[in-house]
């Protein structure tokens, strides 16, 4: 499974952006999709996931109510789409995969880096105040 994240720019504070992820595989309906970040200095953080099932959503709590992911399987693509952005969410996102989770609505858990077994190469965001 290939991953091409694409869509990060540079935006003003409260601007909006939206991230593409083009998938590569004919089952990309049963892949679990999660969009993951990291600012320079931190850790890796999950801050969004879709269900393979039912296409339910969660999400970090610093993203909660401003951004929305979303997927087209006929496509092959997941969506972040990003609104009220802030400097803090300055970082290269990263989309991932996880080919093995049977299909099951989202959990906190899928936002943690260990269910997920493909990553794309990552897109910059940068939010300037």
């Known amino acids: 499974v290939q991953l091409q994240a694409s869509g990060g720019g540079l935006v003003q504070a409260g601007g909006s952006l939206r991230l593409s992820c083009a998938a590569s595989?004919?089952?990309?309906?049963?892949?679990?999709m999660g969009w993951f970040r990291q600012a320079p200095g931190l850790e890796r953080e999950g801050i969004s996931t879709?269900?393979?099932?039912?296409?339910?959503?969660y999400y970090a709590d610093s993203v909660k109510g401003r951004f929305a992911m979303s997927r087209d399987n006929a496509k092959n693509v997941v969506y972040l789409q990003m609104n009220d952005l802030k400097p803090e969410d300055t970082a290269v996102y990263y989309c991932?995969?996880?080919?093995?989770?049977?299909?099951?609505?989202?959990?906190?858990?899928?936002?943690?880096?260990?269910?997920?077994?493909?990553w794309g190469q990552g897109t910059l965001v940068t939010v300037s105040s």
């Open positions: 991932a995969a996880s080919t093995s989770i049977t299909p099951i609505r989202v959990a906190a858990h899928h936002l943690k880096a260990w269910p997920y077994d493909f």
């Open positions: 595989g004919r089952t990309f309906s049963g892949y679990f």
């Open positions: 879709i269900s393979n099932s039912d296409g339910s959503t």
